[in-house]
């Protein structure tokens, strides 16, 4: 049948010439911008994909920009300590000088004395103005705040780390479980009495005379004592010499000279030890115990072999704690404690040190430390919070240091300025290198700190993350991407249907003409 009110032919050319101008269109948008995905309608599914690893690619990229800005300023801070301890070196150098008094004349000293003051007014100087676009570095700033210390139970507490996750503090519990020990020995001095003793001699002196090999972590001294010489005097030789040797003696009770004497190591710890050899054949009633089981002194009974044995060497105990549920690392009166959430450093009062008796101490970290975001989400599992202490003078070298009038004081580097406790004009060389040694210690320690933060977790850090960033945007380019191979023949085929509509469309269009040969 021939009809002129509806082509239907022109129309079905009309529709694929729509549907081919569509594709051209489609595969011109895809190769000016390069793009497989140019809106929702063209993937909705690929769409939510790509846009969610594009928004991980960008986290990630940021994570290897802050990864690569904290180690910038690991550099800065550690490019500043480098200098602070080129200065205490220097120091250490200055005191073993001046403690060669012999060769040196008191105007040298005074000398050295001032180039002391000097360097470490400068070392509190750099303190004060290491900084980082504005971020001060090593004042303190970047430490952690503490709250409720008790100190008298904790001496020192120094927070390297710590994770605070989800919670405003952190709080440490710290419970002694093994008491930190002195190395020490027991001789008695019950002679006038005690059946051993034949003929019996006077109480608290010396049945004959006798030489002793003192011993300690310090060094060795021998000394001779005569027949007759009191145990206090025996006590107060050893002392003369105890910066030598690491050891000193005193009565087991003050109030009762057949007690007998204690000799003690200056320290605490496994790594101090009491030796006292009694050297010749002369003075063969001199002996010496130790405690069995590291027993307190209270006990002492030098008759029962449950208690005591005869030995002439005795080793210090470490503290042993546990710190919030988890064993700590003792070293003499310190704690460390290391976990993933915890890296913390105690040093413990020697009375709670030394009594086990379910007392806890107790503190909080309450803020501070400086917090690096090192992955693309924003959590705690991808953060990392280290703390960098003040290193000023009256921070820096803290020591326990043995008092000549008796006692201890925890001494810090301002103390070898002059006017100080420890300045060359008091003499004091053997606490002011104790105090330098522990300063450059702490440098060293805090350096290597941030140096394996730096190697081991920035740098691993960035790598870790550039290979993600090149998997994610394989992902993304996979999806999201247009083939221009692909794309290239689509479009001659798109091109080629639509001239091909064009002219069928045309051919469609003339078919309605044919009627007028009906008409004659």
């Not at 050899?277 to 030098?302: C, E, H, I, M």
């Not at 960098?388 to 300025?417: H, P, Y």
Request: hydrophobic share 40%.
């Amino acid at each position: 049948m021939t009809r002129i009110n509806s082509n239907i032919a022109s129309l079905t050319a009309q529709a694929n010439l729509n549907r081919a101008n569509t594709d051209l269109n489609i595969r011109l948008q895809r190769l000016s911008t390069g793009l497989k995905i140019n809106r929702g309608a063209d993937d909705p599914a690929g769409l939510i994909t790509t846009e969610r690893l594009r928004a991980e690619l960008r986290g990630v990229e940021q994570s290897v920009r802050n990864s690569e800005r904290a180690s910038n300023v690991i550099a800065t801070t550690e490019g500043a300590l480098a200098e602070v301890s080129e200065l205490l070196n220097s120091i250490k150098a200055l005191v073993v000088e001046a403690a060669n008094a012999g060769a040196f004349s008191p105007e040298e000293v005074q000398a050295n004395q001032l180039q002391i003051d000097s360097a470490i007014d400068s070392i509190t100087r750099i303190s004060n103005t290491a900084s980082f676009a504005g971020l001060k570095l090593l004042d303190g700033g970047l430490g952690y705040t503490l709250s409720g210390v008790n100190s008298t139970q904790i001496i020192q507490a120094q927070v390297n780390a710590a994770n605070f996750l989800d919670r405003a503090t952190v709080d440490i519990d710290v419970e002694v479980v093994a008491s930190a020990q002195q190395a020490q020995l027991f001789t008695r001095g019950d002679y006038s009495s005690n059946p051993p003793f034949n003929p019996p001699g006077v109480d608290g002196q010396l049945l004959s005379s006798v030489t002793l090999e003192i011993a300690g972590n310090q060094g060795v001294q021998v000394l001779t004592f005569i027949s007759g010489a009191s145990l206090d005097d025996v006590a107060s030789a050893i002392n003369a010499v105890a910066g030598s040797t690491g050891v000193r003696a005193e009565r087991v009770s003050a109030a009762d000279i057949t007690s007998g004497l204690r000799f003690f190591s200056n320290e605490y710890g496994s790594e101090s030890f009491v030796s006292v050899q009694k050297l010749g054949n002369s003075g063969n009633f001199f002996d010496t115990v130790r405690l069995l089981n590291d027993g307190p002194a209270a006990v002492l009974d030098y008759t029962n072999p449950a208690i005591v044995e005869s030995a002439n060497r005795d080793d210090g105990l470490d503290v042993s704690a546990i710190v919030n549920g988890a064993l700590a690392s003792g070293r003499g009166l310190a704690l460390s404690i290391r976990t993933g959430v915890l890296d913390l450093e105690l040093l413990l009062e020697e009375a709670f040190a030394t009594t086990v008796n379910g007392t806890q101490s107790s503190f909080s970290i309450t803020g501070g430390g400086s917090l690096f975001q090192l992955g693309p989400q924003v959590n705690a599992a991808q953060q990392v919070n280290i703390g960098v202490q003040s290193i000023a003078d009256s921070r820096l070298g803290g020591t326990l240091v043995n008092l000549t009038a008796g006692g201890t004081e925890f001494q810090f580097l301002q103390s070898l300025k002059s006017g100080g406790p420890n300045s060359l004009k008091e003499r004091n060389f053997l606490a002011a290198s104790d105090i330098i040694d522990s300063s450059i210690d702490e440098i060293s320690t805090l350096r290597g700190r941030l140096g394996a933060f730096e190697r081991n977790t920035l740098q691993t850090n960035i790598r870790s993350q550039q290979t993600a960033i090149e998997n994610v945007t394989s992902a993304v380019s996979v999806i999201r991407d247009a083939d221009f191979a692909v794309e290239t023949s689509q479009l001659t085929r798109a091109q080629i249907l639509t001239q091909a509509g064009n002219s069928v469309l045309a051919l469609a269009n003339q078919q309605a003409q044919s009627v007028l040969q009906l008409l004659g």
